[in-house]
């Protein structure tokens, strides 16, 4: 049986606001540690969140974790280091602070979030608020007495 796929004729166009878009993302946003297109992960378990956050070459007292509701804040800074006898030729690490923001689906218990930092990338556990976690809700049923 052959399949029938309507045929939309504009719909490789992109529109002028999304160009302009792309582009700003791609050539000013990066400059300060800001993307659209992030490179993090988000996992969602029964319990918790756990939020994965490439930022290598920075030590973890440098980064600074804000937790409220379902908000997350990263702040972090990072250093280069060349040595005085060498010249640089290229180099892909800028020296800055950093911040970025995730809104999670749902709140969290900021008291016992936990936060790892191992082979460049910083691992936040982030419990669920007791409010937020799913309940098992049991149907009942009430048997007709006979009278």
């Known amino acids: 049986m052959a399949n029938i796929t309507r045929y939309h004729p504009f719909s490789e166009?992109?529109?002028l606001r999304e160009a302009m878009n792309g582009l700003f993302e791609d050539s000013v946003l990066p400059r300060f540690g800001v993307t659209e297109r992030s490179t993090s992960n988000l996992y969602e378990t029964a319990e918790d969140f756990v939020?994965?956050?490439p930022i290598a070459g920075v030590k973890p007292e440098d980064v600074e974790i804000t937790v409220?509701?379902?908000t997350v804040n990263v702040k972090w800074t990072t250093q280069v280091s060349v040595?005085?006898?060498a010249t640089t030729h290229w180099s892909g690490f800028?020296?800055?602070n950093y911040q970025q923001s995730f809104t999670l689906p749902a709140s969290i218990n900021a008291d016992l979030a936990e936060?790892?930092?191992e082979q460049g990338v910083l691992t936040l556990t982030l419990p669920k608020a007791e409010h937020a976690k799913a309940r098992q809700v049991k149907v009942q049923t009430k048997i007709p007495t006979l009278a």
């Open 13 to 15: 166009m992109i529109s």
């Open 51 to 53: 939020l994965q956050l």
């Open 68 to 70: 409220q509701q379902n």
């Open 83 to 85: 040595p005085a006898n």
């Open 94 to 96: 800028e020296e800055g």
């Open 115 to 117: 936060a790892r930092y």
